[in-house]
């Protein structure tokens, strides 16, 4: 919890991966322990709760009425932003949101919208005049490390079980939102030369590059972000990128299993 | 000025409440502690359709050094809602209504923090609120008051917030939503079970002297009762759970 010295966390980090270790004990490959909830927040039209090892992310969606961009009349619109507020972590200062938090929502935003599972032109009500706009928040409570998985999750958990709240508005009767697939995200980071998945707090402070994949249903790639400094060879891709298939799926059903709001 | 719609009906003809409620009875409060790994201390609130979450950390050093003090810690208290916390999204950032709570509410912790033992420190309260339904100030401060003590912070007693109001003439206990926006008055306090004081207070609407004593009565009562719940989920944080 309290800041460790950086010079000697990463030599540990590099003697444990000599002998292919971690420092929480887990393999390579093998991603904590995944506690996901929906439908938990009042006022959120969908919402979502990912407990992901030592890390907490809500996620909450919310509808607005806007009038479409001039060049798209007839599409709705999505948002997806993170917070990263003094509540994770004792590193987050208060203040206007940084790059990491920026980054952090685009690269899901990107992941969500690439993959087309929100139908632009189902939340048109009047071609020109009148869309939805969707706006989806993540709020990270406890940074435990490897928050961009967490917020993924949580961000398409919640919207898998929004409720586009029309009679509100004025505009027709309540429905579902309607979501056509469920991208996941999948991080990797080089922790003492090689990369592991889902890494943890330690890992990060530790650790070097980063890359996060984000797979649709046909397990298309929909996002992909290399963060902080360091250099990877296309080999040391298509490693992860086949680990990533194999987690994407078993996150995938661990949403779908939560339906039916 | 509370909203003054004087004509909504907010009282069944039986003297309850549209939710069933009586008028002295509170909504339901759960309390967990220690919650939030990368937190010191923390602590989640449901109070009705309320949701708060609160994580403490330090003491820590305080700085910019201008900040500090010689003979004892400051607070650090924020208070923030969620965009997703109310009907219309709230756009993200301080605004002036969240500025004046964490004010007041910082000031009714430093209240019972015993700060003299960690001069020139920091310790910094986040309170978030997840979802809004009337009330969040005290649910905050509730929040705040388990998440320090769950983060071993000493403090001459432990904080409740509760608010009792006044709806189509009548005193009642804890405001939801539609009693908070048709009212006709609130009453929020901060209330320090243990030694009966107070330490946080704020009023808007129209109260006699004699209504005013009757929402102080059914606000002790229920602080009683959600002390309760804060220990026992404190107990429950210690009890044969990790330390």
Redesign the interface.
């Known amino acids: 919890m309290a800041a460790p010295v950086p010079s000697l966390l990463r030599q540990e980090l590099e003697r444990l991966a000599e002998s292919d270790q971690r420092i929480d004990g887990r393999g390579r490959w093998d991603r904590r322990d995944v506690q996901l909830e929906v439908d938990i927040l009042y006022n959120a039209e969908g919402s979502a709760k990912v407990t992901w090892g030592d890390t907490v992310v809500y996620a909450g969606v919310k509808f607005e009425l806007r009038t479409p961009w001039p060049d798209r009349p007839t599409q709705g619109s999505l948002m997806c932003g993170a917070e990263l507020r003094p509540v994770a972590h004792r590193k987050y200062e208060p203040g206007p949101p940084s790059p990491q938090s920026i980054e952090l929502g685009r690269v899901v935003d990107r992941g969500i919208r690439e993959s087309g599972c929100i139908d632009m032109e189902a939340l048109c009500i009047v071609p020109g005049e009148k869309v939805w706009g969707v706006m989806i928040d993540i709020h990270v409570l406890s940074d435990g490390g490897n928050i961009f998985d967490a917020c993924g999750l949580a961000a398409i958990a919640a919207l898998r079980t929004a409720v586009v709240p029309a009679e509100r508005f004025d505009v027709g009767e309540d429905h579902v939102l309607a979501v056509k697939g469920t991208p996941v995200m999948a991080s990797f980071q080089r922790v003492g030369g090689r990369f592991v998945y889902d890494p943890c707090e330690d890992e990060e402070t530790g650790g070097e590059e980063r890359i996060h994949i984000t797979l649709g249903d046909e397990e298309h790639l929909h996002s992909l972000q290399k963060g902080l400094k360091g250099a990877f060879t296309p080999a040391e891709f298509a490693e992860i990128l086949e680990v990533a298939r194999t987690h994407c799926g078993e996150l995938r059903e661990l949403v779908s299993s939560m339906e039916g709001n | 000025m509370m909203g003054g719609y004087g004509d909504v009906k907010l009282l069944n003809d039986d003297g309850t409440r549209l939710d069933g409620r009586t008028v002295d009875e509170m909504r339901p409060v759960e309390i967990k502690a220690g919650?939030?790994?990368?937190?010191?201390g923390?602590a989640w609130v449901k109070h009705g359709?309320?949701?708060a979450?609160?994580?403490v950390?330090?003491p820590?050093e305080a700085h910019p050094r201008k900040i500090q003090r010689q003979d004892r810690a400051v607070l650090d208290v924020?208070y923030?809602m969620?965009?997703?916390?109310?009907?219309?999204?709230i756009r993200?950032?301080f605004n002036r209504r969240s500025r004046e709570i964490s004010k007041v509410t910082a000031e009714a912790l430093e209240s019972v923090v015993l700060l003299e033992r960690y001069p020139r420190s920091k310790i910094?309260v986040?309170i978030?609120i997840?979802?809004?339904?009337a009330g969040t100030r005290c649910v905050g401060i509730t929040a705040a008051s388990v998440a320090l003590a769950d983060a071993g912070i000493p403090m001459r007693d432990m904080v409740v917030g509760i608010a009792s109001g006044k709806i189509q003439d009548t005193v009642v206990l804890d405001l939801d939503k539609a009693e908070d926006n048709y009212g006709q008055a609130d009453l929020p306090m901060g209330i320090c079970p243990n030694t009966g004081e107070l330490v946080f207070l704020q009023m808007d609407g129209d109260l006699s002297i004699e209504e005013y004593n009757l929402a102080t009565e059914y606000n002790y009562k229920a602080a009683a009762e959600i002390h309760e719940i804060m220990v026992a989920a404190l107990k429950d944080r210690y009890d044969g759970g990790e330390a």
């Open positions: 919650i939030l790994p990368a937190a010191q923390s359709l309320n949701v979450v609160v994580a950390y330090g820590m924020r923030n969620a965009p997703f916390s109310t009907s219309d999204r993200p950032g910094r986040e978030e997840l979802a809004a339904e």
